[in-house]
């Protein structure tokens, strides 16, 4: 049991459960918009990378879709001031705003009816062509986001308890645990939250009493978009903002088979369990066999949960009945 | 007026179930393979060899596994780009351990052994269904590369972790490495995919294709008429993964030469084969080759016309890429889940009345 | 219930005899959680009978259904089947055994043909091996054609012959029924389970359905056992009846006893009914 003397241990684990949140905020996106419409929407990550693209854009004043207006003679890229970080944040949330209404109108009326797998697959191509847009729009160069959160490793813990713990991380749980919060108040207490859930459950039984399904959808992708916008901030905070974001998502998929896919807080359980388990199984067992685990360590732990449990730690049972 | 219907009647059970009922169809089927195996290798350049043909052949291999699994049996798999490593690891292996071995009989043992690696993580598909398994499939995918980044026997202890394919024949005619004729490896690989398509043409006609469609369709009801679900799903993991595993050994030994596991066998080969039997049609043999044309096709069109002819910069054409094949993906799924070789389906209906509107 | 005798003249004055039981649930017991389903449920199915399980909607009738079936497991209770008593079994194993089923919610492969849906139920009968199929000319190719034919009668029998290439989610819903029970049939069941096998239709489908019922088991000898709500066709067709209230049994004799039973009276049939 000497680990447990070992301080190392401890910053191994922190670091872990710190990891885990990042990967709570993408999950968090997921669980809204399959509680409410029963999509499992793997352009998540994809969602977090736009939204971050679009507010460093914004934020350096870059002119979307540049290159391609290159190809007609318009070669200026930048507006030759970009805006201060609030008023980018705001802009971008607008933009997620409507790019959740013209998701809703192009690919998920059209799909209204059809089963779970199609639409799955549809969110595919859907990710495809928001990255495809993305890089067109904003380039696809590596590309600095700084939001003004505090950055640099915590003086404070630095001194008191010798390990080496990133400001930012501590700001991205806090964040984390304050949309959880939310997140979870607003579902349960509001009536809006009432109107998701009743979507969840049945859509036409939810249409007959009166709610409007395109209403509704806007809201849940909107509210996932802003989710992925702040996803997308941290993440880019912490690692720059590239292609490799949208493969965060993908990592989401086994926090989800872990907390269940309809659970709000599941969503942060699932992600402290795989953040720690992957950080770990790395560093104990990872030298035994080569290293580099984290490519694989949090699929193989989601399968072998859900061959015991396949509604994961806190969904809904599923039931089929003949 | 050329293509009727009408007083072609079915005398018997056996014309009722041909795979060319119309005889017209029949006649074309085999003037195309005429032309395919006697008359292109002819004239076939190094280039359309490596650049056209051999792709093709080897994804639309790929593609009739997956749309075994995927959409006959309704199991929804993203390890397709791991299974391809498997298969292209284990005829590494076999070449070089045995080097008098026959190039068919390595890439029959190569997909053997991925049938076996198939079965293995076909098991979770008992316990789980949907997207749930899709996911779980990522397992083995991810789990997969890196095994062979990481397990040095896979790669004979090679200090650069790539494999590269040695020179080896097929009944004394040199199918791979670097002195190989176009014509060789393009009959080579054509001559795979016919025998496999064929295959694939009778499993999916009779008891197990049925057995595949009505687990996909309804598994309770499957099992009511005594299909056994573990029989079910994993003959289809096990055949698919077979076909799969042919193809990736092919991919690797006869195609490409050389392979490194990141690049080669990454989740986005999965993707683009699940994208080829989408856009094609899932539960179709024709809609597989169609959808892997059409995939391998697409990249060419764009770099020859967009960026060659239009002069448009290969990074633009490479997003537009992206987006078109995204498009394509919502598109077909919203009008026609059947894919492309629905369309077909109903050109040749129009053309049997042609020129009759009804 | 255990006094039934083997003779038992009913309607038409035409005597009807069986066989020995089929099938013979004894002391079932069906619980899911707190609820119990069925509870200590006994009855039988004599070979060759028509047998109807009537009573209210959440009597227990499909849950009884599937427990024969070998989709729930009863938590107490013994099945017997042509004599033997049955140990758990899956689903598909029951099948191999000769019972073939409908269901309420009609249970066809919405992807395949009316023809493959039915070459389905053939399942059971078609044994030629993984190898044989892959090469298809042969063994497997003939083994196809003659179970082919055996479909094409159960066609015939059931006058679908029109629909036979089609895709069975395009079908009208009576039609759809008339596959379902296409796809039961062709199995050469030894019993028949048709769960609610009128529901939805009109009165010209349910005397084609009925007198198809009635051929099946007059020709083949299929024993029958349906859920029915109609009590006009369970007068028709019904030997005997088994009435469910509650999980719990309240009736089990022919229909005209049936009708002067109180009990079923007041649970069920206090309803006038067309």
Same mark, same amino acid.
């Given at each position: ?34 509680? @409410? ?6 352009? %998540? ?6 939204? @971050? ?8 004043? %870059? ?50 009816? %059809? ?84 979507? @969840? ?40 903002? %590239? ?80 | ?358 | ?274």
């Amino acid at each position: 049991m000497f680990f447990l003397l070992d301080p190392f241990f401890y910053e191994i684990v922190i670091s872990g459960l710190l990891a885990g949140v990042m990967y709570a905020l993408v999950a968090l996106g997921f669980v809204l918009i399959f509680k @409410a419409s029963g999509i499992f929407n793997f352009s %998540q990550g994809v969602l977090a990378l736009f939204a @971050a693209l679009t507010l460093v854009g914004f934020q350096t004043g %870059q002119i979307p879709f540049a290159h391609l207006l290159s190809l007609f003679g318009f070669h200026v890229t930048h507006w030759g001031a970009g805006f201060p970080t609030v008023i980018a944040i705001l802009f971008s949330l607008f933009v997620m705003i409507g790019l959740a209404w013209l998701i809703v109108q192009i690919v998920l009326k059209p799909l209204v009816n %059809q089963e779970g797998i199609i639409l799955f697959m549809a969110t595919i191509g859907l990710a495809y062509v928001l990255e495809g847009v993305g890089d067109l729009m904003w380039g696809a160069n590596v590309k600095m986001l700084d939001v003004g959160l505090p950055k640099g490793p915590s003086e404070f813990i630095l001194d008191t308890t010798d390990m080496f713990i990133d400001k930012l991380e501590i700001s991205a749980a806090v964040v984390a645990i304050i949309l959880v919060v939310v997140l979870t108040l607003f579902s349960a207490y509001t009536k809006m939250g009432r109107a998701l859930r009743a979507v @969840a459950d049945d859509h036409q039984a939810a249409l007959s009493v009166g709610i409007s399904l395109e209403t509704i959808w806007w809201i849940v992708w909107s509210v996932s978009g802003i989710v992925a916008l702040v996803a997308g901030v941290m993440w880019g905070a912490k690692s720059g903002v %590239q292609f490799s974001l949208s493969l965060i998502a993908l990592k989401a998929l086994p926090v989800l088979m872990l907390g269940g896919f309809t659970s709000i807080p599941g969503a942060i359980i699932g992600g402290l369990m795989i953040g720690l388990g992957e950080k770990l199984f790395e560093f104990y067992i990872g030298p035994m066999i080569g290293g580099a685990t984290e490519n694989w360590f949090a699929y193989m732990l989601a399968l072998l949960f859900l061959l015991f449990r396949p509604q994961g730690l806190f969904g809904e049972k599923i039931i089929e009945r003949v | 007026m050329f293509y009727r219907e009408a007083g072609d009647f079915k005398t018997s059970y056996k014309s009722d179930q041909e795979t060319f009922p119309l005889k017209l169809d029949k006649i074309l089927f085999w003037l195309t393979i005429a032309v395919a195996a006697f008359i292109v290798p002819l004239f076939l350049t190094e280039y359309w060899e490596k650049a056209i043909f051999l792709p093709f052949f080897i994804y639309a291999l790929a593609a009739i596994g997956l749309n075994i699994l995927t959409g006959y049996c309704g199991q929804v798999s993203l390890g397709t780009g791991g299974f391809m490593a498997v298969g292209a690891y284990a005829s590494y292996k076999l070449m070089t351990g045995f080097p008098a071995m026959d190039m068919f009989i390595v890439i029959m043992i190569a997909g053997l052994v991925t049938a076996c690696v198939g079965i293995l993580f076909g098991l979770p598909s008992l316990r789980i269904k949907g997207f749930y398994l899709a996911v779980a499939t990522l397992a083995s995918q991810f789990f997969l590369v890196w095994l062979f980044n990481k397990w040095e026997w896979t790669y004979n202890y090679s200090a650069t972790g790539q494999i590269n394919s040695p020179e080896r024949d097929f009944l004394g005619v040199i199918v791979t490495g670097p002195y190989t004729k176009p014509w060789a490896t393009y009959l080579f690989c054509l001559g795979f995919l016919f025998l496999f398509a064929w295959i694939a043409r009778n499993l999916t006609r009779g008891r197990i294709g049925r057995s595949w469609m009505a687990i996909r369709d309804m598994d309770i009801a499957a099992e009511i008429i005594g299909v056994n679900p573990l029989v079910a799903k994993m003959s289809a993991f096990a055949i698919s993964s077979f076909f799969v595993g042919v193809a990736g050994a092919l991919y690797f030994a006869v195609w490409l030469g050389a392979a490194e596991p990141t690049e080669a066998f990454s989740i986005d080969q999965s993707f683009d084969i699940l994208f080829m039997i989408i856009i094609g049609g899932l539960g179709s043999i024709l809609g597989s080759l169609i959808g892997a044309a059409f995939i391998v096709l697409l990249p060419v069109l764009f770099k020859n016309v967009f960026v060659g002819i239009l002069g448009i910069p290969t990074d633009i054409a490479e997003f537009s890429q992206i987006i078109l094949v995204g498009a394509l993906i919502v598109f077909f799924l919203i009008k026609e889940p059947h894919g492309i070789v629905a369309y077909w389906r109903t050109l040749k209906g129009k053309l049997r009345l042609w020129p009759f509107p009804y | 219930m255990n006094d039934v005798n083997q003779k038992m003249p009913i309607m038409e004055s035409q005597e009807r005899t069986f066989g020995a039981p089929i099938l013979e649930i004894k002391n079932i017991t069906m619980r899911f959680g707190g609820v119990v389903a069925i509870q200590d449920i006994s009855f039988d199915i004599l070979q060759g009978e028509v047998r109807a399980i009537i009573g209210p909607n959440g009597a227990g009738k499909s849950s009884m259904l599937n427990v024969i079936n070998g989709f729930y497991h009863p938590q107490e209770g013994e099945i017997w089947f042509g004599g033997e008593k049955r140990s758990p079994m899956k689903p598909y194993q029951i099948a191999y055994q000769g019972i073939a089923r409908t269901f309420q919610n009609i249970a066809l492969f919405r992807g395949m043909s009316t023809l493959d849906n039915i070459m389905t139920g053939r399942f059971t009968h078609m044994k030629t091996g993984v190898l044989s199929q892959v090469i298809w000319r042969g063994a497997a190719e003939k083994e196809e054609y003659e179970n082919r034919e055996i479909v094409e009668k159960v066609i015939d029998f059931l006058d679908i012959q029109t629909i036979r290439k089609t895709e069975v989610g395009k079908l009208p819903y009576g039609l759809q029924k008339r596959v379902e029970l296409g796809r039961a049939l062709a199995a050469e069941p030894k019993l028949l389970l048709l769960d609610e096998p009128m529901a939805g239709m009109n009165v010209e489908e349910k005397e084609d359905m009925s007198r198809f019922i009635l051929d099946v088991n007059d020709e083949f000898g299929t024993t029958v056992a349906l859920i029915e709500h109609d009590m006009g066709v369970v007068m028709d067709i019904a030997d005997r009846v088994v009435v469910m209230d509650y999980g719990k049994k309240i009736g089990d004799d022919t229909p005209e006893n049936i009708l002067k039973n109180q009990d079923v009276i007041d649970a069920y049939l206090g309803v006038a009914h067309d």
